[in-house]
């Protein structure tokens, strides 16, 4: 039986800063961030958004009446997570109309979450052939103001269905993965912010990718050449950069450049929203879908959560694979944004919403929002 992805769905929020502006605002050659960092713009949520109200727009996006019926499950890769107790995908379930006999829950491994959960959902199909599961990753990646790791920073969210069939993505059930102990980034509880070993991050991401090559290729008698493009875990696109040049010299020229070149069509969204934790490698897929994908390509795609989880696996696209997404309302999403000072990002940084706030619906101009906090629960609304 085929399974893999049917449809896949994408929200940024409106807002985004320009990479060059930040730039100069902190004293840096822009070219650091625009060719060392190999970043843009920078997606900036409102107070109002988070990790729940994100998931429930990528998803609201793709979601169809059919599909909520077929949906057995239903799960949510975060790192952003508003509620220690309580699952994102709890949430969800008001917001997006989902019928009750359906498996909820949330999984927490840094940016390895969504893949998780796209493995869980192989499975789960493999076992309830008619049934759909729903995979999201959500994110809000921050740093803080000022820090070397501001300019890596962004927000969005990635919604997948995973049925039997499926129209853009077959799993091909090839899969190599790995966990060490290792402390490169991590984010207390008690801290609204990442902590990272920027440069150790760098390193253990690399030497996961060359490991896990190494594994694929001696498990399955692989080759460079069985794969037509490569894709990779991106939080700032430099760094997928920095594991597809270890191939450079090991590999034939021509092949090389090929990879290279699918890699510049994979990073495209990537360089224009920055960082989705989880969702980065998913979005560098939808990247590469609208921007250069072919049916019957087949793809290595690299996952790697700090702390450390990595997964190397294989997929096939779909001759459908254009039937999968929205792509015209991708686009116009991605070009109807709108740019942001520095100083109004830094304020709108600092805004914190306590017990008690309530969110005036005059002011919101999202479709999924935090409407209020009361005795310390997080309530939203659909406008
Ligand atoms: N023109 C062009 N390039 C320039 C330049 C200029 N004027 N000045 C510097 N550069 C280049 C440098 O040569 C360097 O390139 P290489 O990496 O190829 O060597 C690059 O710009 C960055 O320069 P630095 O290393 O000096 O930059 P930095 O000290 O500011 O650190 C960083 C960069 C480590 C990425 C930092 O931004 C950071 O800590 N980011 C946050 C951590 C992070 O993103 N970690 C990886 C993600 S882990 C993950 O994905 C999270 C998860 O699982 C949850």
């Not at 999201?136 to 501001?150: F, L, M, N, S, V």
């Amino acid at each position: 039986m085929d399974i893999g992805i049917d449809k896949i769905g994408f929200y940024v929020p409106k807002d985004y800063i320009d990479i060059v502006e930040l730039a100069k605002a902190r004293d840096v050659d822009p070219d650091k961030f625009t060719i060392g960092i190999g970043q843009d713009k920078q997606a900036v949520p409102k107070p109002y958004q988070d990790a729940v109200t994100l998931a429930a727009s990528s998803a609201d996006s793709i979601l169809s009446a059919e599909d909520k019926k077929d949906l057995g499950l239903l799960i949510v890769g975060t790192e952003s997570s508003v509620d220690e107790s309580k699952s994102t995908a709890a949430f969800l379930m008001d917001l997006l109309d989902l019928p009750e006999d359906i498996r909820a829950f949330e999984i927490k491994q840094a940016c390895f979450g969504a893949t998780a959960g796209l493995m869980t959902a192989y499975d789960y199909i493999s076992q309830n052939p008619d049934k759909k599961a729903l995979v999201i990753a959500t994110d809000i990646a921050r740093y803080g103001i000022k820090t070397p790791g501001e300019v890596t920073q962004g927000a969005g969210s990635v919604a997948m269905i995973v049925s039997q069939n499926p129209r853009v993505l077959k799993l091909n059930h090839k899969s190599v993965y790995m966990t060490k102990n290792v402390g490169d980034f991590w984010r207390p509880t008690f801290s609204k912010t990442a902590f990272a070993r920027g440069k150790y991050s760098n390193e253990i991401y690399v030497d996961f990718f060359q490991t896990l090559w190494d594994k694929y290729q001696a498990k399955y008698d692989a080759t460079i050449d069985d794969f037509d493009t490569l894709l990779f875990h991106i939080p700032y696109t430099k760094m997928g950069t920095k594991a597809l040049r270890t191939l450079d010299g090991k590999i034939d020229a021509d092949k090389y450049a090929e990879l290279t070149s699918h890699y510049q069509a994979s990073i495209r969204f990537s360089r224009s929203v920055g960082n989705l934790y989880t969702g980065s490698l998913y979005l560098g897929l939808l990247s590469y879908l609208i921007n250069g994908a072919k049916a019957g390509e087949n793809l290595l795609m690299f996952s790697y959560g700090s702390g450390a989880v990595g997964e190397l696996y294989s997929a096939e696209i779909q001759p459908t694979f254009a039937q999968g997404f929205d792509q015209a309302n991708i686009l116009k999403m991605l070009d109807d944004r709108q740019k942001m000072s520095i100083e109004a990002y830094e304020k709108m940084y600092q805004v914190e919403y306590e017990n008690g706030t309530i969110v005036d619906p005059e002011t919101v101009s999202e479709k999924f929002y935090l409407s209020e906090i009361k005795d310390n629960e997080r309530l939203y609304k659909k406008a």
